[in-house]
C-alpha cells in the first residue's frame, strides 16, 4: 500500500529537524522525580517496611481494635483507672475509654465492628497485592 | 552524547539509581517533546506536558517488562497524555476531500518538489504538515522520520494495524496533495 520507493516524502520528512526539548528539561523532569520520590517514602508504607509487615501490622491492630473496642474488659478499665501510671498513659487510657464509652452509646454490634475491620484488611491486602503485582496498560 | 541501551539504564533504576533516570531523559526527550508537540500544538502545554510523561515513565517502570522497546512504551505513554489533554478541546479534523486527493499524479508533485531548492522544499513540507490534523501529523513523523514499523506505531497510537496502514496511505495522499497547492501558489507568486 505504502510505495516508499524514491519517495520524496520520505526523504523530505526523513530530513526535518525534532523539535528541542527546552533548557533544563532533564533538570526539571529530576526535581520532579526527586519529589515525588521523596513523598512516596514518607507516605508510601512500601518505604522502611516490606508489605508483609504492615500487613502483620495491620492484622494485629484490626483483632487488637476488635478486642478493645468489642468487649467490655474489666481487667483494662481497672489497670487504665487505679495503676499508678504516667500523666501521658493517663491521657492515653482516658483516650480509649471515651472512644470505648462512644462506641457503646453508638450501640454498634460485634458483628458490625468485625464486618468494618474486615473490609478494612481487604483494602489493605488489596493494595499490598496491586503493587506487588502490578499489571496495567503499561505493562507492556 | 553516547548513551547505552535502555535496558541498560532501566537495570540501575530498577536497581535504586534514580540518577539514572536522567540519562533516559536526556536520550528519549526530544522525540518525547516532539510527539506532544506535534498533539498539542503549544510549547508552554508542551513542556508540562513531556515533563509528566517521563515522571508517569519513571513511577510504571517497575511493570515495564521489557516486551516492547522501551521508545515503544514510553512514546505510547506521551501520545496518550497528549490527547487525553487535548480531550477537551476539539481535535482538528481534515479538511480535505477524499475525492480531491485521488485527482493527481504523484510523479508530478516529486518532480515539482525536486524543482525547488532545499529550503524550499522543506519550508514546502512544514507548511503542508502544519496543515495536517494533530495526529496525522504525527503518525506521518512517526513512520518516516522515527522510522517506527506499522506495529510500533500500532502500540504506541492504540490504533490496529489495518488502522495505521490506511490513515499513512491517506495522509501521504493527502500531504502530496498539499504540496502540489502550495507550489501552485508559490510559482505563481514567482510567476509575478
Known amino acids: 500500500m505504502l510505495n516508499e520507493n524514491n519517495d520524496i516524502l520520505k526523504k523530505l520528512i526523513a530530513e526535518t529537524d525534532l523539535e528541542k526539548a527546552p533548557g533544563g528539561f532533564t533538570a526539571k523532569v529530576m526535581k520532579k522525580v526527586r519529589a515525588e520520590e521523596k513523598s512516596q517514602s514518607l507516605f508510601d508504607p512500601g518505604g522502611f517496611l516490606s508489605p508483609q509487615y504492615w500487613l502483620l501490622i495491620g492484622s494485629a491492630l484490626g483483632i487488637a481494635l476488635i478486642f478493645i473496642f468489642s468487649f467490655d474488659i474489666p481487667l483494662l478499665s481497672w489497670l487504665i483507672e487505679n495503676a499508678d501510671l504516667r500523666n501521658i498513659t493517663k491521657i492515653l487510657g482516658q483516650f480509649l475509654l471515651n472512644i470505648q464509652a462512644y462506641i457503646t452509646q453508638i450501640d454498634i454490634s460485634t458483628t458490625s465492628i468485625a464486618i468494618f475491620a474486615g473490609i478494612g484488611m481487604l483494602i489493605l491486602i488489596d493494595r499490598l497485592l496491586r503493587k506487588r503485582f502490578a499489571f496495567g496498560i503499561f505493562s507492556l | ?192
Open chain 2, 1 to 192: 552524547m553516547a548513551f547505552r541501551e535502555d535496558q541498560y539504564y532501566i537495570e540501575r533504576i530498577k536497581d535504586g539509581e534514580t540518577s539514572a533516570f536522567s540519562e533516559l531523559v536526556e536520550k528519549h526527550k526530544d522525540w518525547v517533546y516532539t510527539i506532544v508537540i506535534r498533539i498539542l500544538r503549544s510549547h508552554e502545554e508542551a513542556e508540562e506536558t513531556a515533563q509528566d510523561v517521563f515522571l508517569k515513565a519513571y513511577n510504571s517502570l517497575k511493570t515495564f517488562q521489557g516486551k516492547s522497546k522501551f521508545s515503544t512504551w514510553l512514546y505510547s505513554i506521551a501520545y496518550n497524555t497528549a490527547i487525553t489533554k487535548t480531550r477537551k478541546r476539539k481535535l482538528k479534523t481534515s479538511d480535505l476531500d477524499d475525492e480531491i486527493i485521488y485527482n493527481y499524479s504523484e510523479d508530478e508533485i516529486s518532480k515539482s518538489m525536486y524543482e525547488l531548492s532545499p529550503e524550499e522544499q522543506q519550508q514546502s513540507l512544514r507548511k503542508a504538515m502544519n496543515d495536517l490534523p494533530e495526529e496525522e501529523n504525527l503518525l506521518i513523523t512517526l513512520f518516516y522520520k522515527k522510522e517506527n514499523s506499522i506495529a510500533e506505531i500500532s502500540e504506541i497510537t492504540g490504533m490496529s494495524s489495518s488502522n495505521v496502514k490506511v490513515k499513512l496511505h491517506r495522509i501521504r495522499k493527502k500531504l502530496y496533495e498539499k504540496l502540489r497547492i502550495i507550489n501552485k501558489i508559490e510559482n505563481q507568486e514567482k510567476a509575478f
